[in-house]
């Protein structure tokens, strides 16, 4: 179960205590916890971190950077156990969230980083093509999309590379025509999620089945993001090669035929590091 809390920054002192003990009971409760960090002071998500951490569960305590911390607090907090989340609109720069991974509890949590813009020519501080290959080599999870900016794709292989044999990863969300570049892009240890729109024809069948393999031989996979429209035996198929099918909403005809796919698809686990916050963002 996900988790987000969300509140008025300005409390006065009673208030702030009752959300202090609003936010431990959360921690105690629930099997994954989000918070923005600018709606919570540090004392209280560092406490909150170190109670979650001291349960010693599977869970993942995620903190979604807005800005508001500086990088001593984040590495204070990744450091405990949490999952740090930002994007270039934050307007880190890559030594920053280097130092933020580098600062982490081995073996529990990670420093994801989401990139929407430009890779060249920026004018803030957001890492480029370089900086992020920086990032990713030192352990740093890269999204990428090409909803709003275009990608090329062979500029990316490299740095899904160094992502893999850092033992983080490149999770590369595209949008538009198949490109036969996503078949390098996964073998070089990328995880790749696609919007059924993409699939023009049963002909891309090959390529598709080419990259939920190479995807497995690297240890990730081919996400489907499924709208309506798409046909049944092509969603089985790719189904049965592998790739994890995600259903935008609920099939409400039970007589449909893709009942028992959708059923089967509750049933495949998504690695939480395999996706941005939310198993579905296309």
Same mark, same amino acid.
Request: net charge negative; proline share 3%.
């Given at each position: ?6 509140d &008025?920054?300005m409390l *006065?002192?009673? %208030? &702030?205590? @009752?959300?202090t003990f +609003? ?6 409760? !629930? +099997? ?6 600018? $709606? ?8 909150a971190?170190?109670? =979650? ?10 903190? #979604?950077?807005?800005?508001?911390? &500086?990088?001593?607090?984040?590495? =204070?907090?990744?450091?405990?156990g949490?999952d740090?989340y930002?994007? *270039?609109? #934050?307007g880190?720069n890559?030594?920053? @969230? ?10 529990h /949590? ?5 990139? /929407?813009?430009a890779l ?8 480029d093509?370089s900086? @992020?290959?920086n990032?990713?080599a ?7 999309s &090409?909803r ?5 794709? /062979? %500029?990316?292989?490299?740095?899904? *590379?160094?992502c893999?044999?850092?033992h ?11 490109d ?5 892009l /996964?073998r070089?240890?990328? =995880? ?16 598709l ?9 690297s240890?990730? !996979?081919?996400v ?7 046909e049944?035996p092509?969603?089985?198929? @790719?189904q049965k +090669?592998?790739?994890? $099918?995600?259903?935008k909403?609920?099939?409400?005809d039970y ?7 959708e ?6 686990? $998504? *690695? ?10 296309l």
């Amino acid at each position: 179960m996900h988790t987000e809390l969300k509140d &008025n920054h300005m409390l *006065d002192t009673s %208030e &702030n205590t @009752l959300k202090t003990f +609003a936010l431990l009971a959360t921690v105690e409760e !629930n +099997a994954v916890i989000t918070v923005r960090d600018d $709606l919570y002071d540090f004392p209280m998500l560092l406490d909150a971190v170190k109670l =979650w951490r001291r349960k010693r569960t599977k869970s993942r305590f995620r903190l #979604v950077d807005s800005g508001t911390l &500086n990088i001593v607090q984040l590495e =204070w907090l990744a450091a405990e156990g949490a999952d740090i989340y930002t994007n *270039d609109e #934050v307007g880190r720069n890559a030594q920053d @969230l280097e130092s933020i991974q580098k600062g982490k509890t081995e073996g529990h /949590s990670i420093t994801a980083y989401f990139h /929407s813009g430009a890779l060249e020519n920026r004018e803030d501080s957001s890492p480029d093509l370089s900086g @992020l290959k920086n990032m990713g080599a030192n352990g740093v999870y890269i999204h990428l999309s &090409n909803r709003d900016t275009e990608r090329d794709l /062979s %500029e990316l292989i490299s740095l899904a *590379d160094l992502c893999q044999r850092a033992h983080s990863r490149l999770v590369y969300y595209h949008h538009k025509d198949l490109d036969p570049a996503l078949f390098k892009l /996964s073998r070089a240890g990328a =995880w790749i999620h696609i919007s059924d729109k993409s699939i023009k024809s049963p002909d891309e069948m090959p390529l598709l089945i080419d990259v939920i393999r190479s995807a497995h031989a690297s240890g990730t !996979n081919l996400v489907l993001h499924v709208g309506e429209g798409m046909e049944f035996p092509i969603l089985k198929e @790719l189904q049965k +090669a592998g790739a994890v $099918l995600r259903f935008k909403s609920t099939l409400i005809d039970y007589r449909s035929p893709l009942r028992a796919l959708e059923e089967r698809s509750r049933k495949q686990r $998504l *690695d939480p590091r395999a996706y941005y916050l939310f198993p579905i963002l296309l």
